[in-house]
């Protein structure tokens, strides 16, 4: 049985549509604590429920706080904290479940919920599948009791603190881009504790400003204020917290393949990255195997979502992992993607070996790749369709083992994804053009 509601990373779309509304909310909330206590066989206790600064947020709080207790749960609301600051939350106080309201990186318009285990790790699609299957046809009227908590944030930044010596960071001046998200409060507190010097973007949120123009997936900004502040470095996380990119010295940015080349090649050049592999999706570029290899190491990858790669990571006993958008797992500090302890993980190892970040990120060469995102009115399934599947194999077999082809539907947007390595660049770029020539000819393409 398919998923109806739930995409790659629980599920989302515009703030007041069919979907993300406040009966929806509570309906979805009610099915999901329903399952939970079907599953223990026994009275809930404690789900958490975080939000990022989307204005649509509070009322979708109330609305998930009244599901939780009609179903018989003890909602808790942890206020405007980073997503892996609920699944750590979880997992120390032992509820039940987590749930954050926060369309990631989507602009403020949009909203989302997405649902943490009690181990504080994302949920399976089998177990989506069977909270789906759980929605009640209208929301049980009663009202929300939630009781507050305000200690999700200081844990997390103390547990954050913890991963470098204090004062590690004196004389470092750090540009800091939050996205007017809900590390606004969290990241730039723990840089000063350490000692640097924080240059901020993107730290006053306003409710509609989240992910506008700024954050992971607006770097150009963050690029620009390294430069001219003379910065060490720069930290740009999304809308939640969970994604992470870097950029170096010079204004070079770094994406999820070079952060996490970096950490395991380090980590197997010590003798401690675990089981010597690396978990990552069918998304980062083969460059990232060919680093890891020549380090010792393997690669292991998995669709495309960051709760599959710490699925495979649980079951191989694996403890890095991550996607090129930036979600990266240290799984020894969180049990899901976090920007946080991803930029000081890639720090420890700049301190480690007194190398500039610019130096660092020569440990990935890339093979050349292109990507496209093409907006699509229909998702029809790519199997069916006359020509994309042919060319597809044709170029899959002209390519062979210096390259490949990955063409998927975005599980959170209308969004048909390209992507596609070679050996050169313009075989690449050709090969994208005849990829984009088949959607359009098979979709319609908006």
């Not at 979600?327 to 302890?341: A, E, F, Y």
């Amino acid at each position: 049985m398919s998923r109806r509601y739930f995409g790659t990373d629980g599920v989302r779309g515009p703030y007041g549509g069919p979907v993300l509304n406040e009966i929806f909310a509570a309906r979805l909330a009610e099915a999901a604590a329903r399952w939970r206590r079907a599953q223990k066989s026994g009275a809930l206790g404690q789900i958490m429920i975080g939000r990022d600064t989307r204005a649509s947020g509070a009322a979708l709080e109330e609305a998930v706080a009244r599901g939780l207790r009609a179903a018989g749960a003890e909602p808790v609301l942890l206020g405007i904290v980073p997503t892996p600051a609920v699944a750590r939350a979880v997992r120390h106080a032992g509820a039940d479940l987590g749930v954050v309201i926060t369309a990631s990186h989507n602009p403020a318009s949009d909203n989302g919920i997405k649902f943490f285990g009690p181990a504080g790790m994302k949920l399976s699609d089998a177990e989506e599948t069977a909270i789906e299957a759980l929605l009640p046809e209208r929301p049980t009227d009663l009202p929300a009791q939630a009781v507050a908590r305000a200690g999700a944030r200081d844990d997390y930044i103390g547990a954050a603190l913890a991963l470098l010596p204090g004062a590690a960071l004196a004389g470092w001046k750090v540009v800091l881009d939050t996205a007017n998200g809900a590390t606004a409060a969290t990241s730039p507190e723990v840089f000063r504790r350490l000692g640097a010097t924080v240059a901020a973007i993107g730290g006053e949120p306003d409710g509609m400003n989240i992910n506008a123009g700024v954050g992971s997936e607006h770097p150009e900004a963050l690029a620009a204020r390294v430069v001219a502040e003379g910065a060490r470095l720069g930290v740009a996380h999304d809308g939640d917290g969970d994604r992470c990119v870097l950029c170096d010295e010079t204004g070079a940015v770094l994406d999820g393949d070079e952060l996490m080349t970096i950490l395991a090649t380090h980590a197997l050049a010590r003798g401690n990255l675990a089981r010597n592999l690396l978990v990552t999706t069918m998304q980062s570029n083969l460059g990232v195997d060919a680093a890891v290899a020549a380090a010792g190491g393997r690669v292991v990858r998995t669709n495309i979502g960051d709760r599959y790669v710490m699925e495979r990571m649980v079951a191989d006993g694996a403890t890095l992992g991550g996607e090129s958008s930036g979600h990266i797992i240290c799984s020894d500090v969180s049990p899901t993607g976090d920007g946080l302890i991803a930029a000081l993980r890639v720090i420890s190892v700049m301190l480690e070996t007194d190398r500039p970040l610019s130096d660092l990120r020569r440990s990935l060469r890339r093979f050349p790749q292109r990507t496209a995102a093409l907006k699509v009115r229909e998702k029809r399934p790519l199997a069916d369709l006359p020509t994309l599947p042919g060319v597809i194999a044709a170029l899959e077999a002209e390519l062979g083992p210096a390259g490949r082809v990955l063409v998927r539907y975005s599980g959170t947007e209308a969004k048909l994804r390209l992507l596609i390595e070679g050996p050169a660049d313009a075989v690449v770029d050709a090969g994208l053009a005849r990829l984009a020539a088949a959607v359009r000819a098979d979709l319609d393409v908006c």
